[in-house]
């Protein structure tokens, strides 16, 4: 694996990155950007991400028209705003209807296209305009897209079902359907948009990941998807490698171990490509000279940063617990994006309870090993009891009823718009939702633990189905009792509790104040947060560490702003939060 540095950069007029949230893409972007117009290039550097930080890094106000970043000469940003986007879009769709059908059908349209799906295509919308505009693309030598669409999102806009009567004949409503109602009118637009994704003289996409089990296996997952519809010329980069040499400190030698396990083991598809790393940086990536420095490889600075003592308030996971003996909800929720740590801190919270005398079922969406792995070899506490839900099973499980159901009433081409349509983000999280509900109505006088929980976007989609009795989930016909009576129980304090966990770093805060404003549309309360892995909180001593501790502070301040107290901080521990030792180690933790 090389540095990635001049010589390897990509040499097509366009560049997509893609990756998991908080692995960097807008880091490398900007930085490779900046680099190609020091070049003497002229770029234009698009951020199509809802929680774009773009004007933070240039520290300069973006709209959506190219701006010249200020001290530069040839670089220019804009910043779509697809949720802003996603809004416009779904009024277009909605408003034919309005007067004509009831408030009741309309709510549930309007909700049926307020989730991602709706998002992801409004900002491929607008970057596909960007992209078959000639004088755009006649003006730049190179044009940066912040954040690429998934292979979810292509395969729907290469089915020539989206562009049929099919969705106005349709009567069982899907997660994504909705959405595509409006792209009649755009059909060439996005036909030329996806030639000029899939050809390798023109375009490059950029897959970005950090050298972490989570990170890798959705970069792999990524790169399949996008190479099945024909995407293939790829590269990885391997964002935040550890290069520090001396590794006195014990924090700085486990992470370098731990980042070099996850590299041996990098699924199989990543190697297909060439690849690439760049170093893990002790400072935010914000402002030119930031840049240059991380690009260029002086990071030297870092090298004699005295760590500023900066008093912040926290809880203990100590608290936490104190609090739930206190109040006694039967339902805990651990919310938060892939890769924060919800599966060690769900355990970690079920391991407490049941270590005071509580009775506690665990049930999980990882698979049964990653639980063996976390609790270990030595068995489970003799109050705690665990289930793991099969996510692939459960949604397998969910498509065959709907597909069952549809064949019913569907020709094929109507059937094959519909299996695409499950291959929806959404429908895994209605599909494991349900097996969730089921385990929570078996549950008797045990507090349950829920590792992965549905977004607002999901519950109030059931929520309409079960309101409207519109099909909106695509089930059955009916919504199963055990997801109707939980879901006035999700929105009671007395009997659920919600945790949103993240990191202390700039993506997973946005992702996190996202979520939290999903779960207010849903009418359901957050009760805690918690800042996981920080080094703030520890004592490295290593000069690079030390200084990325230096950097969460802004994050964790943004963080308890929003849990007004309420906040735990988990350090990042030396020792792996695995089997009953680890996990208690983690326990103990002030």
Known sequence: MKRFINEYFPTTKFLFFTGKGGVGKTSVASSLSLTLSKQGKNVLLISTDPASNLQDVFGQ?????????????RLYALNLDPVQAAAEYKERVVAPYKGKLSDSVLASMEEQ???????????????????????????????????????????????????????????NGASCLGPLAGLESQKQIYSEAVKVLSDAKLTTLLLVSRPEEGPLREAARASSELKEIGIGNQQVIVNGLFEQTALKDHYAKTMYERQQTALKEMPMELRLYPLFYLPLAPFSITGIEQMENWFSHKLESSSHVEREKEHISYQSIQDLLDFYEEHQQRVIFTMGKGGVGKTTIASLIALGLAGRGKKV???????????????????????????????????????????????????????????????SPCTEEIAVFRAFAEVIAESKDQIVVIDTAPTGHTLLLLDASEAYHKEISRSSGEIPDSVRNLLPKL????????????????TPVYEATRLEEDLKRANIAIHWWIINQSFY????????LAQKAQAEIYWIQRVNELARGQMVIIPWSVHEPKGIDGLENLLETK
């Open 537 to 544: 909180i520890t004592d490295t001593r290593d000069p690079i």
């Open 491 to 506: 929105r009671d304090n007395s009997y659920t509790s919600i945790i949103i966990t993240t990191l202390p770093e700039a």
């Open 113 to 171: 296209m307020s989730g991602a799906c709706t998002v992801e295509i409004a900002a491929f919308n607008q970057f596909s305009s960007l992209l078959t505009d000639k004088k755009i693309t006649d003006e730049y030598d190179v044009i940066v897209f912040d954040t690429a669409p998934t292979g979810h999102t292509l395969r729907l806009l290469q089915l020539p079902m989206a562009w049929s009567g099919f969705l106005e004949d349709n009567t």
């Open 61 to 73: 106000t973006l709209t959506n028209h190219p701006t010249l970043i200020n001290g530069t000469s």
């Open 361 to 423: 079922h665990l049930t999980t969406t990882d698979p049964a090993a990653h639980i063996a792995w976390t609790f270990g070899e030595n068995g489970l506490h003799e109050n705690l009891t665990i289930s793991s839900i099969d996510p692939k099973k459960v949604v397998q499980e969910y498509k065959d009823e709907v597909i069952s159901k549809a064949s019913e009433t569907m020709d094929e081409d109507g059937l094959s718009y519909i299996k695409e349509d499950l291959e």
